[in-house]
């Protein structure tokens, strides 16, 4: 069964700080836990939940708001990612903002999901 995954909480309090409003079917409780959006939750200032997006939610917000593309890659031995500045949206001219410079396999992540979520973090915190 494919299921959609997430950024962590970690990321999701970081993307929130910067200003992250999707509109996402879960969200995050202050102590972690993920919720459904949907339903009665009296227990809780809603204020205190921090919106959970899938990856490419995430990603397409550093689009659209920021011009900042985040590139997951694989080489035959893990995933690496670069960022590059969609500003000037010539595809021939995209300046590349932070690459991995082909690294070695321990400088590798393990899975698609372990890139993006590395990606996005580090958008967020350096780029924005």
């Known amino acids: 069964m494919i299921t959609e ?8 309090k970081l993307l929130k700080k910067k200003g992250f409003e999707g509109v996402c079917s879960k969200f ?3 102590d972690g836990n ?6 009665h939750y009296h227990d809780f ?7 959970c997006p899938t990856f490419q ?10 011009n ?10 893990g995933w690496a990612f670069d960022v590059f500045d969609l500003s000037n949206r010539d595809i021939t001219d995209c300046k590349k903002l932070f690459s991995m410079d082909l690294p070695s396999k321990l400088e590798c992540y393990n ?6 979520e590395a990606a996005i973090k580090y958008c967020v915190k350096n780029l924005i």
């Open 5 to 12: 995954d997430y950024v962590s909480f970690e990321t999701a």
């Open 28 to 30: 995050y409780m202050p």
């Open 34 to 39: 993920i919720r459904w959006k949907y339903g």
């Open 45 to 51: 200032d809603i204020r205190e939940r921090i919106e």
């Open 57 to 66: 939610m995430a990603m397409k917000w550093l689009r659209e708001n920021f």
């Open 68 to 77: 900042i593309n985040p590139v997951p890659y694989a080489l035959p031995f």
């Open 111 to 116: 899975s698609y999901e372990e890139v993006c």
